[in-house]
Protein backbone atom coordinates (compact mmCIF):
# COMPACT_ATOMS: atom_id res chain seq x y z
CA UNK A 1 0.00 0.00 0.00
CA UNK A 2 1.44 3.35 -0.88
CA UNK A 3 -0.10 6.45 0.83
CA UNK A 4 1.29 10.07 1.40
CA UNK A 5 0.48 12.07 4.76
CA UNK A 6 2.03 15.68 4.35
CA UNK A 7 5.43 15.03 3.42
CA UNK A 8 5.85 11.28 4.57
CA UNK A 9 5.47 7.94 2.99
CA UNK A 10 4.94 4.73 4.63
CA UNK A 11 4.63 1.40 3.09
CA UNK A 12 2.55 -1.38 4.67
CA UNK A 13 3.71 -4.86 4.36
CA UNK A 14 0.77 -7.23 5.47
CA UNK A 15 0.87 -6.35 9.74
CA UNK A 16 4.77 -6.93 9.89
CA UNK A 17 5.93 -3.76 9.69
CA UNK A 18 5.90 -0.37 7.52
CA UNK A 19 8.41 2.10 5.67
CA UNK A 20 8.67 5.51 6.61
CA UNK A 21 9.88 7.53 3.21
CA UNK A 22 10.61 11.13 4.09
CA UNK A 23 10.90 14.03 1.21
CA UNK A 24 14.17 13.31 0.18
CA UNK A 25 13.45 9.68 -1.08
CA UNK A 26 10.01 10.61 -2.87
CA UNK A 27 12.22 10.18 -6.12
CA UNK A 28 12.98 6.77 -5.61
CA UNK A 29 9.24 5.70 -5.33
CA UNK A 30 9.14 7.76 -8.52
CA UNK A 31 11.31 5.38 -10.30
CA UNK A 32 9.57 2.44 -8.55
CA UNK A 33 6.32 3.70 -9.88
CA UNK A 34 8.05 4.20 -13.74
CA UNK A 35 9.41 0.51 -13.22
CA UNK A 36 6.18 -0.79 -12.85
CA UNK A 37 4.64 1.08 -15.94
CA UNK A 38 7.41 -0.21 -17.97
CA UNK A 39 6.65 -3.52 -17.28
CA UNK A 40 2.80 -3.09 -17.71
CA UNK A 41 3.95 -1.85 -21.50
CA UNK A 42 6.02 -4.82 -21.74
CA UNK A 43 3.52 -7.41 -21.06
CA UNK A 44 1.71 -6.49 -24.12
CA UNK A 45 4.96 -7.60 -26.25
CA UNK A 46 5.64 -10.84 -27.27
CA UNK A 47 8.53 -11.33 -24.92
CA UNK A 48 8.21 -10.52 -21.32
CA UNK A 49 11.45 -8.59 -20.49
CA UNK A 50 11.06 -8.37 -16.45
CA UNK A 51 9.37 -10.75 -14.17
CA UNK A 52 9.33 -10.26 -9.89
CA UNK A 53 11.40 -11.97 -8.05
CA UNK A 54 10.50 -14.89 -5.65
CA UNK A 55 10.81 -14.24 -1.50
CA UNK A 56 13.92 -16.84 -2.03
CA UNK A 57 15.38 -14.90 -4.45
CA UNK A 58 14.67 -11.56 -2.66
CA UNK A 59 16.94 -13.16 0.20
CA UNK A 60 19.45 -14.37 -1.86
CA UNK A 61 20.20 -11.36 -3.46
CA UNK A 62 20.31 -9.63 0.29
CA UNK A 63 22.98 -12.38 0.84
CA UNK A 64 24.62 -11.05 -1.97
CA UNK A 65 24.35 -7.50 -1.08
CA UNK A 66 25.39 -8.30 2.51
CA UNK A 67 28.20 -9.82 1.54
CA UNK A 68 31.87 -8.27 2.84
CA UNK A 69 34.24 -7.60 0.15
CA UNK A 70 37.48 -7.56 0.15
CA UNK A 71 39.60 -5.00 -2.56
CA UNK A 72 43.50 -5.65 -2.12
CA UNK A 73 45.75 -3.07 -2.82
CA UNK A 74 49.12 -3.35 -4.33
CA UNK A 75 52.16 -2.68 -2.29
CA UNK A 76 51.62 -1.30 1.06
CA UNK A 77 47.65 0.31 0.72
CA UNK A 78 45.83 -1.73 2.87
CA UNK A 79 42.92 -3.90 1.55
CA UNK A 80 39.60 -2.39 1.83
CA UNK A 81 36.41 -4.29 3.31
CA UNK A 82 32.96 -3.14 3.26
CA UNK A 83 29.63 -4.63 2.25
CA UNK A 84 28.37 -4.80 -1.07
CA UNK A 85 25.29 -2.33 -0.64
CA UNK A 86 27.71 0.53 1.10
CA UNK A 87 29.62 0.33 -1.34
CA UNK A 88 26.89 0.68 -3.62
CA UNK A 89 25.58 3.73 -1.49
CA UNK A 90 28.62 5.27 -1.57
CA UNK A 91 29.65 5.35 -5.12
CA UNK A 92 25.97 6.71 -5.87
CA UNK A 93 26.18 9.44 -3.12
CA UNK A 94 29.73 10.24 -4.31
CA UNK A 95 27.85 10.65 -8.14
CA UNK A 96 24.52 12.78 -6.92
CA UNK A 97 26.76 14.79 -4.41
CA UNK A 98 27.15 18.50 -5.15
CA UNK A 99 30.07 19.58 -7.84
CA UNK A 100 30.54 22.35 -4.90
CA UNK A 101 30.87 19.72 -2.05
CA UNK A 102 33.53 17.65 -4.40
CA UNK A 103 30.82 15.32 -5.82
CA UNK A 104 29.88 14.69 -9.53
CA UNK A 105 26.46 16.85 -9.89
CA UNK A 106 25.05 13.44 -12.23
CA UNK A 107 22.14 11.92 -11.86
CA UNK A 108 21.81 7.96 -11.28
CA UNK A 109 18.90 6.82 -13.26
CA UNK A 110 18.62 3.22 -11.52
CA UNK A 111 21.47 0.61 -10.33
CA UNK A 112 21.68 -3.22 -11.21
CA UNK A 113 23.45 -6.20 -10.32
CA UNK A 114 24.58 -8.62 -13.45
CA UNK A 115 26.17 -10.89 -14.40
CA UNK A 116 27.14 -14.35 -12.81
CA UNK A 117 26.11 -12.67 -9.66
CA UNK A 118 22.52 -12.21 -10.66
CA UNK A 119 22.74 -15.98 -12.21
CA UNK A 120 23.45 -16.88 -8.83
CA UNK A 121 20.42 -15.19 -7.45
CA UNK A 122 18.15 -16.32 -9.52
CA UNK A 123 18.78 -20.03 -9.01
CA UNK A 124 16.87 -22.32 -7.30
CA UNK A 125 18.98 -23.17 -3.85
CA UNK A 126 19.50 -27.18 -5.14
CA UNK A 127 21.84 -25.88 -8.02
CA UNK A 128 23.30 -22.69 -6.63
CA UNK A 129 25.61 -20.89 -9.57
CA UNK A 130 28.58 -19.91 -9.04
CA UNK A 131 30.20 -16.62 -9.36
CA UNK A 132 33.81 -15.09 -9.91
CA UNK A 133 32.86 -11.21 -9.82
CA UNK A 134 30.85 -8.79 -8.43
CA UNK A 135 28.71 -6.75 -11.47
CA UNK A 136 27.12 -3.50 -11.21
CA UNK A 137 25.89 -1.32 -13.59
CA UNK A 138 24.78 2.64 -12.86
CA UNK A 139 22.52 4.02 -15.29
CA UNK A 140 23.85 7.35 -16.07
CA UNK A 141 23.93 9.98 -18.33
CA UNK A 142 27.50 10.26 -20.12
CA UNK A 143 26.47 12.97 -23.21
CA UNK A 144 30.33 14.91 -22.30
CA UNK A 145 33.37 13.30 -22.18
CA UNK A 146 34.16 15.29 -18.55
CA UNK A 147 31.45 12.94 -17.19
CA UNK A 148 33.83 10.45 -17.46
CA UNK A 149 36.83 12.35 -15.75
CA UNK A 150 33.58 12.78 -13.00
CA UNK A 151 32.82 8.92 -12.77
CA UNK A 152 36.22 8.37 -12.08
CA UNK A 153 36.76 10.84 -9.92
CA UNK A 154 33.36 9.58 -7.63
CA UNK A 155 34.86 6.36 -7.51
CA UNK A 156 38.47 6.66 -6.46
CA UNK A 157 36.92 8.88 -3.74
CA UNK A 158 34.84 6.29 -2.43
CA UNK A 159 37.89 3.92 -2.21
CA UNK A 160 39.93 6.86 -0.48
CA UNK A 161 36.56 7.29 2.27
CA UNK A 162 37.06 3.08 2.86
CA UNK A 163 40.79 3.57 3.21
CA UNK A 164 40.85 2.15 7.63
CA UNK A 165 41.28 4.23 10.68
CA UNK A 166 45.22 5.28 11.34
CA UNK A 167 46.56 5.01 7.76
CA UNK A 168 48.13 8.52 6.81
CA UNK A 169 46.07 10.23 4.07
CA UNK A 170 47.88 13.08 4.01
CA UNK A 171 49.79 12.06 0.88
CA UNK A 172 47.76 9.80 -1.31
CA UNK A 173 46.52 11.24 -4.04
CA UNK A 174 43.85 9.91 -6.91
CA UNK A 175 46.42 8.94 -8.94
CA UNK A 176 48.08 6.46 -6.23
CA UNK A 177 44.53 5.34 -5.25
CA UNK A 178 43.89 4.37 -8.56
CA UNK A 179 47.43 2.62 -8.81
CA UNK A 180 46.69 0.73 -5.93
CA UNK A 181 43.47 -0.51 -6.35
CA UNK A 182 41.64 -0.20 -9.98
CA UNK A 183 42.73 -3.32 -12.19
CA UNK A 184 41.43 -1.76 -15.36
CA UNK A 185 39.29 0.95 -16.65
CA UNK A 186 37.79 0.98 -19.95
CA UNK A 187 36.02 4.38 -21.84
CA UNK A 188 33.88 3.80 -24.76
CA UNK A 189 32.51 6.54 -26.69
CA UNK A 190 31.58 5.56 -30.07
CA UNK A 191 29.34 4.16 -32.74
CA UNK A 192 26.09 4.90 -30.33
CA UNK A 193 28.25 3.05 -27.28
CA UNK A 194 28.90 5.12 -24.33
CA UNK A 195 29.83 3.54 -20.95
CA UNK A 196 32.76 2.89 -19.13
CA UNK A 197 34.01 0.06 -16.28
CA UNK A 198 36.23 0.62 -13.57
CA UNK A 199 37.09 -3.05 -11.45
CA UNK A 200 37.84 -3.10 -8.14
CA UNK A 201 40.87 -5.47 -7.28
CA UNK A 202 43.15 -7.25 -9.32
CA UNK A 203 43.88 -10.14 -6.64
CA UNK A 204 43.39 -13.84 -8.39
CA UNK A 205 40.88 -16.40 -6.50
CA UNK A 206 38.73 -13.24 -4.84
CA UNK A 207 35.76 -11.87 -6.20
CA UNK A 208 36.39 -8.74 -7.86
CA UNK A 209 34.07 -5.63 -7.88
CA UNK A 210 33.46 -4.40 -11.75
CA UNK A 211 31.51 -1.16 -11.85
CA UNK A 212 29.77 -0.07 -14.97
CA UNK A 213 28.60 3.04 -15.83
CA UNK A 214 26.04 3.06 -18.66
CA UNK A 215 24.32 5.72 -21.09
CA UNK A 216 23.60 3.02 -24.02
CA UNK A 217 24.83 0.02 -25.25
CA UNK A 218 23.87 -1.51 -28.12
CA UNK A 219 25.20 -5.11 -27.11
CA UNK A 220 24.44 -6.06 -23.12
CA UNK A 221 24.65 -10.14 -23.50
CA UNK A 222 26.78 -12.85 -24.95
CA UNK A 223 24.68 -15.99 -24.10
CA UNK A 224 20.88 -16.05 -22.64
CA UNK A 225 22.57 -17.20 -19.32
CA UNK A 226 24.35 -14.09 -18.80
CA UNK A 227 21.57 -11.81 -19.94
CA UNK A 228 20.00 -10.82 -16.30
CA UNK A 229 20.03 -8.01 -15.00
CA UNK A 230 18.25 -7.23 -11.68
CA UNK A 231 17.27 -3.63 -10.53
CA UNK A 232 18.81 -2.54 -6.59
CA UNK A 233 16.58 0.89 -6.28
CA UNK A 234 13.98 -1.33 -4.47
CA UNK A 235 15.94 -3.43 -1.72
CA UNK A 236 18.56 0.03 -1.71
CA UNK A 237 15.58 2.23 -0.11
CA UNK A 238 14.36 -0.56 1.69
CA UNK A 239 17.72 -0.84 3.39
CA UNK A 240 17.58 2.79 4.31
CA UNK A 241 13.65 3.20 5.27
CA UNK A 242 13.49 -0.05 7.41
CA UNK A 243 13.79 -0.77 10.70
CA UNK A 244 13.18 -4.47 10.35
CA UNK A 245 14.99 -7.44 8.72
CA UNK A 246 14.24 -8.87 5.50
CA UNK A 247 11.16 -11.95 6.29
CA UNK A 248 8.69 -13.68 3.85
CA UNK A 249 6.18 -11.99 4.85
CA UNK A 250 7.76 -8.11 4.65
CA UNK A 251 10.41 -7.61 1.67
CA UNK A 252 10.44 -5.11 -0.76
CA UNK A 253 9.47 -6.10 -4.80
CA UNK A 254 12.42 -6.59 -6.89
CA UNK A 255 12.18 -6.36 -10.49
CA UNK A 256 14.48 -8.27 -12.60
CA UNK A 257 14.99 -7.96 -16.43
CA UNK A 258 16.49 -10.35 -19.14
CA UNK A 259 17.97 -8.37 -22.20
CA UNK A 260 18.45 -11.45 -24.57
CA UNK A 261 14.14 -10.85 -24.37
CA UNK A 262 12.19 -13.40 -22.97
CA UNK A 263 13.21 -13.46 -19.03
CA UNK A 264 11.06 -17.00 -18.40
CA UNK A 265 13.02 -18.80 -21.57
CA UNK A 266 16.14 -17.42 -20.14
CA UNK A 267 15.53 -18.44 -16.90
CA UNK A 268 14.48 -22.02 -18.48
CA UNK A 269 17.92 -22.09 -19.92
CA UNK A 270 19.69 -21.05 -16.46
CA UNK A 271 17.95 -24.17 -14.79
CA UNK A 272 18.28 -26.71 -18.04
CA UNK A 273 22.77 -25.39 -18.67
CA UNK A 274 21.22 -24.72 -22.42
CA UNK A 275 23.19 -22.54 -24.46
CA UNK A 276 21.41 -20.30 -26.67
CA UNK A 277 22.66 -16.55 -28.39
CA UNK A 278 21.49 -14.44 -31.11
CA UNK A 279 23.66 -12.66 -33.41
CA UNK A 280 26.94 -13.70 -32.07
CA UNK A 281 28.38 -11.54 -34.91
CA UNK A 282 27.29 -8.67 -32.97
CA UNK A 283 29.57 -9.31 -29.94
CA UNK A 284 33.30 -8.43 -29.52
CA UNK A 285 35.36 -11.76 -29.78
CA UNK A 286 32.00 -13.56 -30.97
CA UNK A 287 31.53 -14.90 -27.25
CA UNK A 288 33.40 -17.74 -28.94
CA UNK A 289 35.44 -18.16 -25.48
CA UNK A 290 32.45 -17.84 -23.28
CA UNK A 291 30.63 -20.63 -25.47
CA UNK A 292 33.53 -23.03 -24.97
CA UNK A 293 33.58 -21.87 -21.25
CA UNK A 294 30.32 -23.32 -21.14
CA UNK A 295 30.81 -26.31 -22.79
CA UNK A 296 33.33 -27.54 -20.43
CA UNK A 297 31.25 -26.82 -17.69
CA UNK A 298 28.44 -29.40 -18.87
CA UNK A 299 25.96 -26.40 -20.93
CA UNK A 300 24.69 -27.68 -24.40
CA UNK A 301 22.94 -26.57 -26.62
CA UNK A 302 19.06 -25.32 -26.79
CA UNK A 303 19.62 -25.92 -30.60
CA UNK A 304 22.05 -28.85 -31.99
CA UNK A 305 21.03 -28.05 -35.23
CA UNK A 306 21.54 -24.41 -35.29
CA UNK A 307 24.70 -24.37 -33.18
CA UNK A 308 27.05 -25.25 -35.83
CA UNK A 309 26.08 -22.31 -37.89
CA UNK A 310 26.48 -19.95 -34.55
CA UNK A 311 30.18 -21.36 -34.37
CA UNK A 312 31.15 -20.13 -37.68
CA UNK A 313 29.70 -16.64 -36.95
CA UNK A 314 31.50 -16.73 -33.37
CA UNK A 315 34.92 -17.37 -35.55
CA UNK A 316 34.70 -15.22 -37.59
CA UNK A 317 33.61 -12.28 -35.35
CA UNK A 318 36.59 -13.51 -33.04
CA UNK A 319 39.16 -13.58 -35.46
CA UNK A 320 38.14 -10.14 -37.20
CA UNK A 321 38.79 -8.42 -33.44
CA UNK A 322 42.13 -10.47 -32.87
CA UNK A 323 43.49 -10.84 -35.87
CA UNK A 324 47.37 -10.74 -35.11
CA UNK A 325 48.61 -14.11 -33.16
CA UNK A 326 50.19 -12.09 -30.50
CA UNK A 327 46.28 -10.45 -29.65
CA UNK A 328 45.45 -13.97 -29.50
CA UNK A 329 47.78 -15.48 -27.20
CA UNK A 330 47.51 -12.30 -25.27
CA UNK A 331 43.61 -12.83 -24.78
CA UNK A 332 43.38 -16.86 -24.57
CA UNK A 333 46.15 -16.61 -21.83
CA UNK A 334 44.03 -14.17 -20.21
CA UNK A 335 40.71 -15.76 -20.27
CA UNK A 336 42.57 -18.81 -18.60
CA UNK A 337 44.08 -16.44 -15.74
CA UNK A 338 40.78 -14.52 -14.90
CA UNK A 339 37.93 -18.12 -15.49
CA UNK A 340 40.44 -20.50 -13.99
CA UNK A 341 41.79 -19.35 -11.27
CA UNK A 342 40.57 -22.26 -8.14
CA UNK A 343 43.45 -24.22 -7.58
CA UNK A 344 42.51 -28.01 -7.47
CA UNK A 345 38.52 -27.10 -9.32
CA UNK A 346 39.48 -25.26 -12.35
CA UNK A 347 43.33 -26.40 -13.30
CA UNK A 348 41.82 -29.71 -14.60
CA UNK A 349 39.49 -28.23 -16.62
CA UNK A 350 41.71 -25.51 -18.47
CA UNK A 351 43.15 -28.60 -20.41
CA UNK A 352 39.82 -30.14 -22.08
CA UNK A 353 38.66 -26.14 -22.81
CA UNK A 354 41.24 -26.07 -24.47
CA UNK A 355 40.71 -28.78 -26.40
CA UNK A 356 37.13 -28.21 -27.25
CA UNK A 357 38.37 -24.30 -28.29
CA UNK A 358 41.04 -26.29 -30.65
CA UNK A 359 37.97 -28.77 -32.05
CA UNK A 360 35.63 -25.69 -32.37
CA UNK A 361 38.19 -23.37 -34.39
CA UNK A 362 39.72 -26.33 -36.76
CA UNK A 363 35.50 -27.31 -37.34
CA UNK A 364 34.17 -23.84 -37.93
CA UNK A 365 36.58 -21.08 -39.35
CA UNK A 366 35.82 -20.35 -42.67
CA UNK A 367 37.71 -16.50 -42.27
CA UNK A 368 41.16 -17.49 -42.33
CA UNK A 369 43.79 -18.40 -45.14
CA UNK A 370 45.58 -21.92 -44.36
CA UNK A 371 48.58 -20.49 -42.74
CA UNK A 372 46.54 -18.46 -40.11
CA UNK A 373 44.41 -21.20 -39.55
CA UNK A 374 47.21 -23.48 -38.41
CA UNK A 375 48.91 -20.67 -36.30
CA UNK A 376 45.93 -20.43 -34.34
CA UNK A 377 45.79 -24.04 -33.67
CA UNK A 378 49.46 -24.60 -33.04
CA UNK A 379 48.99 -21.51 -30.67
CA UNK A 380 46.36 -23.75 -28.94
CA UNK A 381 48.08 -26.76 -28.94
CA UNK A 382 50.92 -25.04 -27.27
CA UNK A 383 49.10 -23.55 -24.28
CA UNK A 384 47.19 -27.06 -24.37
CA UNK A 385 50.55 -28.77 -23.53
CA UNK A 386 52.02 -26.52 -21.19
CA UNK A 387 48.96 -26.76 -19.17
CA UNK A 388 48.90 -30.49 -19.47
CA UNK A 389 52.55 -30.31 -18.30
CA UNK A 390 51.77 -28.24 -14.99
CA UNK A 391 48.98 -30.77 -14.36
CA UNK A 392 51.04 -33.85 -14.57
CA UNK A 393 53.95 -31.99 -11.99
CA UNK A 394 51.45 -31.13 -9.70
CA UNK A 395 49.54 -34.89 -9.72
CA UNK A 396 52.99 -36.03 -9.39
CA UNK A 397 53.98 -34.13 -6.60
CA UNK A 398 50.63 -35.09 -4.39
CA UNK A 399 51.20 -38.24 -5.41
CA UNK A 400 54.83 -38.58 -4.19
CA UNK A 401 53.73 -36.92 -0.96
CA UNK A 402 50.80 -39.19 -0.30
CA UNK A 403 52.99 -42.62 -1.60
CA UNK A 404 56.85 -41.44 -1.07
CA UNK A 405 59.19 -44.33 -2.71
CA UNK A 406 62.78 -44.27 -3.67
CA UNK A 407 63.10 -44.57 -7.29
CA UNK A 408 61.21 -42.89 -10.48
CA UNK A 409 57.19 -42.86 -9.40
CA UNK A 410 55.07 -45.56 -11.41
CA UNK A 411 52.54 -44.60 -14.03
CA UNK A 412 49.40 -42.59 -12.50
CA UNK A 413 45.94 -42.67 -14.27
CA UNK A 414 43.86 -39.44 -13.96
CA UNK A 415 40.81 -37.69 -15.41
CA UNK A 416 41.39 -40.26 -18.14
CA UNK A 417 44.89 -39.89 -19.28
CA UNK A 418 47.73 -41.67 -17.89
CA UNK A 419 50.84 -40.10 -16.55
CA UNK A 420 54.46 -41.52 -16.65
CA UNK A 421 57.60 -39.73 -14.93
CA UNK A 422 60.17 -37.76 -16.55
CA UNK A 423 63.40 -39.86 -16.70
CA UNK A 424 65.94 -37.84 -17.44
CA UNK A 425 68.21 -39.26 -20.17
CA UNK A 426 72.32 -38.38 -20.66
CA UNK A 427 72.80 -35.44 -23.56
CA UNK A 428 76.52 -36.82 -24.81
CA UNK A 429 76.65 -38.21 -27.80
CA UNK A 430 78.28 -41.65 -27.06
CA UNK A 431 77.05 -42.05 -23.70
CA UNK A 432 74.23 -44.92 -22.89
CA UNK A 433 71.02 -43.80 -22.08
CA UNK A 434 70.20 -44.16 -18.06
CA UNK A 435 68.33 -47.28 -17.10
CA UNK A 436 66.35 -47.61 -14.03
CA UNK A 437 64.79 -50.09 -11.93
CA UNK A 438 61.47 -51.57 -12.22
CA UNK A 439 59.69 -50.54 -9.59
CA UNK A 440 56.03 -52.48 -9.81
CA UNK A 441 55.98 -56.15 -7.79
CA UNK A 442 55.58 -58.35 -10.52
CA UNK A 443 58.61 -57.32 -12.06
CA UNK A 444 62.11 -59.50 -11.81
CA UNK A 445 65.31 -57.59 -10.17
CA UNK A 446 66.65 -57.59 -13.30
CA UNK A 447 63.91 -55.95 -15.61
CA UNK A 448 64.55 -52.24 -16.21
CA UNK A 449 63.19 -49.55 -17.76
CA UNK A 450 64.43 -47.61 -21.27
CA UNK A 451 64.17 -43.66 -22.04
CA UNK A 452 62.68 -43.70 -25.12
CA UNK A 453 64.98 -42.65 -27.82
CA UNK A 454 62.47 -41.64 -30.33
Not at 415 to 428: E, S
Amino acid sequence: MLSWAGTVTVFACSQCGSLEVTEERRRRVTMMETMRDVKTDASSQQHQRLAVLSYEQVRRLNDVMDEVVSIHGRGNFPTLEVRLRDLVTLVRAKLEAETSAGGGGMQVRDIRLNGGAASHVLTSSASPQNYNDLDLIFGIELSTPRNFDRIKNAVLASLFDLLPEGVSKKRITSCSMKEAYVGKMVKVNHDGDRWSLISLGNSRGHRNVELKFVDTMRRQFEFSVDSFQIVLDSLLLFYDCSKLPIGENFYPTVVGESVYGDFQEALYHLHKKLIATRHPEEIRGGGLLKYCYLLVKCYRPAKPDYIKNLERYMCSRFFIDFSDIGQQRAKLENYLWNHFCQPEEDESLKYQYLMLLHEVVEESTVCLMGHERRQTLSLIEELAYHVLCQEQQRLLAKHHRQHPQPGPTTLLYANGVYYAPIIPTTTAPLAPIACFPCTCSAGATTTTWMACSS
